[in-house]
Nanobody, 112 residues
Framework: QVQLVESGGGLVQPGGSLRLSCAAS????????MAWYRQAPGKRRELVAG???????NYADSVKGRFTISRDNAKNTVYLQMNNLKPEDTAVYYC??????WGQGTQVTVSS
């Protein structure tokens, strides 16, 4: 049973940066596609960024040029580097494995 644990969320001012991490355990991490989603209060959960097992990435239009997803298969970890954060990026961020396993989420708040 694969488990995912996110970390790295917090409070940051507009224009600031955060790096989220998602550590996987209990499975063969390297063969799976990974993704980050987010859900703001009163809104549907949405895809932020995804990375295939071979490293191909995709991003939501709203974060292109500001966020970078990456993975370290040796550490069973996927990252989300978030730069130039905006108040509208405020949400709970969730890690996802293979479109079927979810982490518990980590809160990101962008506010002055």
């Amino acid at each position: 049973q694969v488990q995912l644990v996110e970390s790295g969320g917090g409070l940051v001012q507009p224009g600031g940066s955060l790096r989220l991490s998602c550590a996987a355990s209990g499975g063969i991490f390297s063969i799976y596609a990974m993704a980050w989603y987010r859900q703001a209060p009163g809104k549907r959960r949405e895809l932020v960024a995804g990375i295939m097992s071979g490293g191909i990435t995709n991003y939501a239009d709203s974060v292109k040029g500001r966020f970078t997803i990456s993975r370290d298969n040796a550490k069973n970890t996927v990252y989300l580097q978030m730069n130039n954060l905006k108040p509208e990026d405020t949400a709970v961020y969730y890690c996802n494995l293979d479109s079927r396993v979810w982490g518990q989420g980590t809160q990101v708040t962008v506010s002055s």
